[in-house]
């Protein structure tokens, strides 16, 4: 397992513990949440049974009870109508001798496919957990799920029967760059950073896309082969990853589509108008469940206020899909598209995401790691018909020690060039954000690139901190989302 200690540590300290432990494990579809527990708990394991996406409650039973059978071969032949009597089977067995040591594991993956609607799945565990398995000293029960939203409303924060039972939760995130490179070096692929960078914006961190890449490739013939060639695995990834997250997805998907056409993020006004969908619960509710599962990020203004916010479309293949893969374009070779001008531009943007996922690395580079930090957008529109100035910085760090932080970003395969009209624009944003945000903190001016800025006399006495690539890569500790 390729990085998630502090996850693994999470896992171990509740195998350790002498209490009934109730963990939950949530995150991206396609980020390594079967294979992390499978690993690491492997020799725990008493029960691993799986939901089955779109089947009915009958098809679930039927398949929760070979699984029993396969674990447990002195299960009797009996017919589980309900779900109460599967979790009255599953007592039984429990309650039978057992040769593993120490901890017992249940492992129970695709929770959210397995509650189908009035199939009384939830409440049937509910009874379980609290009449049986909470008194089991020696019981670890994990359930997990890809549907993040949907573990999060009905065990994280349920109101039911499960309301202050979980006593851990892990929420997996996809790989940062740092652990991209780690994966790739186990799997004796020798990229350096630039490739790891040109597959991270097309994949992201997802371990099942990164799975893919062959040796000898380059990231650009692996993006071909598996995303343009009607055999590759990511060719149809699309149409049915939202479809396998979201009951009735048609709204998620617009939401979506919507966000692709915008780098600077969008309000949800402007979410609403382009997508075509009135303002109500339902539009509500989806938003939420696409920034509860990672595919959605909210950036709030630098006063912190939710009217100021923008959301940005964050997941990288979502993004990847909607620019080159849903077009005609799509049907010609990648390896040509990657070597023209608009693949040039696009770069720049998605290089700009990427560095917006790694701020805590951006902030170690330049020295306050340990300073509280609120990283924001900020933008000023002219009013039409007036000598005002506008002016748009997609990062900035707003620090406690009365400093901030405006974060240029600039994507280029040499050192960076400032040159006169470039240092112009510049000191201009830096003159209008002191203007109009009504900020006196002292500025500083951060460049952020892959490979540094070009000493000259623009730079000098405008540049405060430079970001490389490498610093991207700066291995990090992440702190598991738990209890």
């Not at 149409?239 to 979506?256: G, K, Q, W």
């Not at 006169?420 to 510049?426: G, I």
Request: a positive charge.
């Amino acid at each position: 397992v390729i990085g998630r200690g502090a996850e693994k540590r999470v896992l171990a300290t509740a195998v350790a513990s002498r209490d009934p432990e109730l963990v939950a494990v949530y995150g991206r579809r396609r980020a390594g949440k079967t294979f992390l527990i499978r690993e690491h708990l492997k020799s725990q394991i008493v029960l691993e049974v799986a939901g089955i996406h779109d089947q009915s409650t009958a098809v679930q039973l039927a398949n929760i009870l070979m699984s029993l059978r396969k674990a447990f071969p002195f299960v009797p032949l009996v017919q589980c109508r309900t779900w109460l009597d599967a979790f009255e089977l599953l007592r039984h067995c429990l309650d039978q001798p057992t040769r593993i040591k120490g901890k017992r594991v249940i492992f129970i993956d695709e929770f959210p496919w397995l509650a189908t609607r009035k199939s009384g799945f939830l409440a049937a565990f509910d009874n379980f957990w609290n009449s049986y398995a909470s008194r089991q000293r020696d019981l670890a029960v994990i359930v997990c799920g890809s549907a993040a939203a949907w573990m999060i409303r009905h065990i994280v924060d349920s109101r039911g029967g499960l309301h202050n039972r979980l006593t851990r939760r892990i929420r997996l995130e996809p790989f940062r760059l740092d652990e991209v490179e780690q994966y790739l070096k186990y799997r004796r692929i020798r990229w350096d950073q630039r490739q790891i960078v040109m597959a991270y914006m097309a994949l992201g961190g997802i371990p099942h896309y990164l799975n893919l890449i062959q040796p000898g490739q380059s990231a650009a013939q692996c993006i071909d082969a598996e995303c343009f060639r009607s055999a590759g695995m990511l060719h149809d990834e699309y149409r049915n990853l939202y479809a396998a997250l979201f009951e009735s997805c048609d709204t998620h998907e617009a939401i979506v589509k919507v966000l692709a056409t915008s780098w600077s993020g969008l309000t949800r006004d402007q979410v609403l108008a382009g997508a075509r969908l009135s303002s109500g619960g339902g539009v509500t509710k989806a938003i939420e469940e696409l920034q509860l599962s990672g595919f959605v990020t909210e950036t709030f203004s630098l006063d912190k206020k939710a009217k100021g916010s923008l959301m940005r479309l964050t997941d990288e293949f979502s993004v990847f899909y909607w620019h080159w893969m849903h077009s005609a374009a799509a049907a010609k070779s990648w390896l040509r598209q990657s070597a023209g001008r608009r693949y040039d531009a696009w770069c720049g943007y998605a290089f700009e995401a990427v560095c917006f996922k790694h701020v805590s690395a951006i902030c170690r580079a330049i020295g306050i790691a340990d300073v509280e930090t609120h990283a924001a957008s900020w933008r000023y529109v002219a009013e039409t018909g007036t000598d005002d100035e506008g002016a748009q910085i997609d990062l900035l760090l707003d620090r406690a020690d009365h400093c901030i932080n405006i974060c240029e970003i600039k994507f280029s395969d040499k050192p960076f060039v400032i040159t006169k009209s470039c240092a112009q624009e510049l000191e201009r944003k830096l003159r209008v954000f002191r203007a109009r945000s009504g900020r006196k903190q002292t500025l500083f001016l951060t460049m952020i690139t892959p490979h540094g800025i070009v000493p000259n006399q623009y730079s000098e006495g405008l540049v405060t901190n430079e970001v490389v690539l490498n610093d991207l890569f700066a291995s990090q500790q992440r702190p598991p989302d738990r209890i």
